[in-house]
């Protein structure tokens, strides 16, 4: 049944892009109450898309649907490159917000970015591909600390040097700067965008910050309502080449964030948010 | 760079002198009790008196055998004990169904005193020491089940998704991610169980399976020698305060921290 829908689409984005039609998702199996309904989207491959919404929209249920951690709700159709999301598919990784619960203490930095490694690859190529991801991160010389002995930042970016390890054809961001301070979010924010230059990876990035979502996305996608929709899907025109103060003091910048704020203000008061 | 303190550090232990001043303190004043003709009770000998037979005792090949017997026997039923433990315990704090089906008769099988067994066990195995080995195992197996269950049922669900978006099998999920994040509650219930054992494998060595340190216990009693008794009992004391040492210098080595984040 979902085999034959849109066949152009899957087409376009058969490589490593997602497809979102009439997706829902609900809390506690099918009967629960949805969180939401008839999603529509896609990403495209090599695309950065931000999930924007406020908190308990549902942008994380609806990111976990996109990983195969939780299932989608009848009549959904979820694919990553053509194929219906089941389980986590292969080559899709999730970074998750709270990097300090899903780091393993007893294990060191390097230890715990070949977590997903082993026992699939030799040792040499883990310690290799495992080195190359540290470095991407910029802790190839933080490799034998434990993850306490770093600071949050840090450890985050062991959670995403985690992730690329697994040499990711998309990867899937929970508010993953969402508890660091100002300083150390803008520093992440411009490595994530250098590693996606890099491996032209998807992302598709969930966030509530306004400012955040512009900066780093080629694309916002606005939920509100409950049960949650899509309200806005645009395309942030502004050049790849980001700059922490010059992007963010551009008029088209300026235009991008007031559109968006006024789609996020009517809608919450629609919602009767907080 | 590796952690500051090296793991043989790690083993050594920490010397508590306030707490050994008082134990030091307390065999003297019951030496001064004694001596001083305060307390003058035929069977309470004094702590030198006591410690005065303690050559001849540890001088004497069958001391050795008891010893070995007990000794080994409530480490072979600790470790049976703990593998089942563990094991069931893991069942039991993965699955919420197996849980919800099992709890009830599982709580009250545990809550019945392992030496109100005895008689069965004895029906069962006869007055050997197979008798004393299921003894043991019985109760060691509860309190590492116990807490390896609540462990692993406490294990952030995070951990989970994680294993989870790595594609991990279920089983290294198990191994490497589960049991490892329940690591604090598991030791806690198998050093809980290490002095369970010991305590069990004298009991049924006393009143079952005649062998190791509870027969000799029971003989020295039965041949009227104060002090021979006493003896056993400090040997047997200062047994299960070394077993509880090397437990705890292991574990500081194995899981450094404790499994604490």
Redesign the interface.
């Known amino acids: 049944m979902a085999g034959n829908a849109a066949p152009q689409l899957a087409n376009e984005v058969e490589a490593t892009g997602f497809q979102c039609r009439g997706a829902s998702a609900s809390y506690g199996g099918a009967s629960g109450a949805p969180i939401f309904e008839g999603v529509d989207f896609d990403v495209h491959p090599g695309e950065f898309v931000s999930l924007l919404g406020g908190s308990g929209v549902g942008k994380t249920t609806l990111l976990r649907v996109l990983g195969g951690l939780h299932p989608a709700g009848k009549g959904s159709q979820v694919r990553f490159a053509g194929r219906p999301v089941t389980g986590p598919p292969d080559r899709v990784v999730m970074v998750f917000q709270n990097y300090a619960a899903s780091l393993l203490p007893w294990r060191t930095v390097e230890s715990n970015v070949r977590l997903g490694l082993e026992r699939k690859v030799d040792k040499a190529e883990q310690h290799r591909r495992a080195g190359r991801a540290l470095e991407m991160v910029g802790l190839a010389k933080n490799a034998h600390y434990y993850p306490r002995q770093l600071s949050g930042g840090m450890q985050q970016r062991v959670q995403i040097a985690r992730a690329l390890v697994m040499n990711p054809d998309a990867l899937l961001m929970d508010e993953p700067f969402g508890a660091l301070d100002a300083i150390t979010k803008a520093t992440l924010q411009d490595a994530l965008l250098e590693i996606q230059r890099q491996t032209s990876m998807t992302v598709v990035f969930v966030t509530h910050d306004l400012d955040e979502a512009i900066y780093l996305s080629d694309r916002i996608i606005v939920l509100s309502g409950s049960p949650a929709g899509v309200a806005r899907n645009l395309r942030v025109d502004l050049p790849r080449d980001r700059d922490q103060v010059s992007t963010k003091a551009e008029p088209r910048y300026l235009e991008l964030r007031q559109e968006i704020y006024n789609v996020m203000h009517s809608s919450s008061g629609k919602a009767a948010g907080s | ?3 500051p303190i090296t793991r043989a550090a790690l083993l050594v232990p920490r010397v508590n002198l306030p707490g050994l001043v008082a134990a030091v303190g307390l065999l003297a004043a019951w030496q001064v009790l004694v001596s001083t003709g305060v307390i003058t009770f035929v069977f309470l000998p004094g702590p030198l008196a006591i410690a005065g037979k303690l050559p001849t005792l540890l001088g004497a090949a069958t001391f050795w055998q008891d010893y070995g017997h007990t000794l080994t026997y409530s480490l072979a039923g600790w470790g049976l004990g703990a593998a089942i433990g563990i094991v069931v315990g893991s069942a039991l704090g993965i699955s919420k169904a197996l849980r919800e089906w099992t709890t009830t008769s599982l709580t009250v099988l545990r809550l019945i005193p392992a030496i109100a067994l005895l008689p069965i066990a004895a029906l069962i195995f006869g007055l050997s020491a197979d008798l004393e080995l299921a003894l043991v195992t019985y109760v060691a197996t509860w309190p590492v089940l116990v807490s390896t269950a609540g462990g692993i049922e406490k294990v ?1 669900p ?2 989970r ?2 294993a ?6 279920r089983l ?1 999920e198990l191994t ?2 589960v049991v ?2 329940a ?1 604090g509650p598991i030791l806690v219930g198998l050093r809980l169980s290490l002095s369970s054992a010991l305590v069990l494998a004298i009991v049924s060595e006393m009143i079952g399976n005649p062998a190791g340190l509870g027969n000799a216990i029971n003989m020295a009693r039965n041949a009227l020698k104060p002090e021979l008794t006493f003896c056993y009992i400090a040997v047997v004391g200062v047994t299960a305060v070394a077993l509880n040492g090397i437990f705890n210098a292991l574990s500081r080595v194995l ?3 404790g ?3």
């Open positions: 760079m590796t952690a952030d995070l951990l998704d994680v989870r978006t790595l594609r991990i099998s290294r490497q991610v490892p994040s690591i899981a450094p921290g499994g604490q984040r």
